[in-house]
């Protein structure tokens, strides 16, 4: 597709209905493409209609009655005229009289249309302290009052760490206060790559999983593990995978995991609904009652239309039809019910089927639940010489586990860790570390598989080197 004369690739053209970030400083949300909704962003309203049609990355202005404009060039920071600076602030006091402009001067001004710059520009002119500030205080005064009244946003790609900076700065409790740079050290160790058969246990509104989907690039397994009544993929949905993404996506309760090792988990069971025995019987009973009455109810009225009296019952014509309208559709939703539960039964045949040949090529766990009986278990699954990596908000937890298999056996180079990440500001003459920084990151616990064959008779005491052997003879003699 061309664009400005150049070709471009599709993929990096904004489309009705894509899914995007939009960016307003560090502040993001996720939304998707639709022509004539409005979003709400930062307490502020507008319409993505002229986003269309647009690369990923461009920047637009917030115009009069919500509509995007792309802005093409970048104004100055500081005008010309104004552009001169003090030796310190050693003279400056915050009384809050400096600035001429009152908050009913910068709503009429507002009102006026005047853009955000222009707002600005109009502070800095009329602010008897500015002149006074250093060059650094001055470039801070501009960038806080730009942040306020310039109504910019930026239209991103969704990809992992941008959707992970989101829900760690807006909603860090859904995504377990997993932070990028922890899930980034996730997908290396557990080996993540196209082709390969992966089990994933998390919890993190289906974050880890997109994680993994996006870094296999739709080739491959993926086999989801999900607790209650279905999985949560809020997050993976944000993606915008295509098509054939999804079809390499499995998931399989976690309740059936105990059925499925013991080998008793029958397809008839894979699709049954939530109601079973004398209750489901009950239900077919009423079902065939109510049937039946209602043939009965129409051969009464055909019978009645058909002699002379009936000419007098026309009148509830239109409840008889209504009533076989509900009747219709009752019939039509129990069809699509059933269609439903077949297509499930089918896919979790499918994930059962990937999971019985205990060869999954590596295992990621990140959930709010204690993992070391979901860590246990899974295992199974995993064939000799493959990664696993496990991530818990605590340290205890992950502890406990670490023990638990040291116990158990059939795994090596176990590793407990602990991320670190600290942001930096590289500016001239002002680079230091950010004041502001993340606590801590979690804990990730990883390692190998192996054969348990040898282990499964339980820990067995090392034998002494060759040489120390002799050596102890010797002194004995």
């Excluded at 509104?205 to 209650?228: D, H, K, N, T």
């Excluded at 407990?416 to 003459?429: A, D, M």
């Excluded at 606590?439 to 080197?465: F, M, R, V, W």
Aim: with cysteine.
């Amino acid at each position: 597709m061309a664009n400005n004369g150049e070709l471009v690739d599709e993929r990096f053209i904004i489309k009705d209905g894509d899914f995007v970030v939009l960016q307003r400083g560090d502040v993001y949300k996720a939304v998707q493409i639709q022509k004539k909704r409005k979003v709400i962003f930062e307490k502020q309203w507008f319409f993505l209609d002229n986003a269309v049609g647009e690369l990923y990355g461009s920047t637009f202005e917030v115009a009069s009655g919500g509509s995007l404009q792309p802005r093409k060039s970048k104004h100055p920071e500081i005008p010309a005229e104004v552009k001169e600076s003090g030796m310190d602030n050693r003279n400056i006091v915050d009384d809050g009289r400096s600035q001429k402009l009152t908050r009913d001067d910068i709503e009429t001004l507002k009102e006026q249309g005047l853009k955000g710059q222009e707002i600005v520009q109009q502070l800095v002119e009329n602010s008897t302290t500015f002149r006074d500030k250093t060059e650094f205080a001055q470039e801070k005064y501009i960038k806080k009052k730009k942040k306020k009244y310039e109504n910019i946003i930026t239209i991103l790609k969704p990809s992992t760490r941008i959707l992970a900076l989101m829900y760690h700065g807006r909603e860090p409790g859904k995504i377990c206060h997993l932070r990028y740079d922890t899930l980034a050290q996730m997908l290396t160790l557990g080996n993540i790559h196209a082709g390969s058969k992966v089990i994933v246990f998390e919890t993190c509104a289906g974050l880890v999983l997109g994680a993994v989907m996006e870094r296999m690039g739709g080739y491959g397994s993926v086999i989801q593990m999900y607790p209650g009544g279905g999985p949560t993929r809020a997050a993976t949905d944000s993606f915008g995978f295509p098509e054939h993404f999804h079809r390499t996506l499995h998931e399989f309760p976690l309740c059936k995991v105990k059925a499925l090792l013991a080998g008793t988990l029958s397809p008839d069971e894979e699709g049954k609904d939530s109601v079973d025995g004398p209750a489901a019987e009950h239900l077919d009973t009423t079902a065939g009652q109510l049937a039946s009455s209602a043939n009965e109810q129409r051969k009464e009225r055909d019978a009645e239309d058909s002699s002379p009296e009936g000419m007098e019952s026309s009148s509830v014509e239109p409840e008889d039809r209504d009533k076989e309208e509900r009747e219709r559709r009752k019939e039509n939703k129990a069809q699509e019910k059933k269609v439903k539960m077949e297509e499930k039964r089918k896919k979790l045949s499918a994930a059962a089927a990937l999971l019985q040949g205990r060869n999954a090529d590596g295992l990621v766990v990140a959930s709010r639940f204690h993992p070391c009986p979901v860590l246990l278990t899974l295992l199974r699954f995993v064939a000799p010489s493959r990664p696993f990596v496990v991530y818990c908000q605590y340290r205890e937890p992950l502890i406990e586990c670490y023990s638990k298999l040291r116990e158990q056996g059939g795994v090596i180079n176990l590793r407990l860790s602990e991320t670190w990440l600290r942001h930096y500001q590289v500016l001239p003459n002002r680079t230091h570390p950010v004041l502001l920084m993340s606590g801590g990151g979690g804990y990730i616990l990883s390692g190998t598989t192996i054969d348990d064959s040898a282990s499964a008779s339980g820990p067995q005491k090392a034998e002494e080197p060759a040489p120390k052997r002799i050596k102890l003879q010797e002194t004995v003699a």
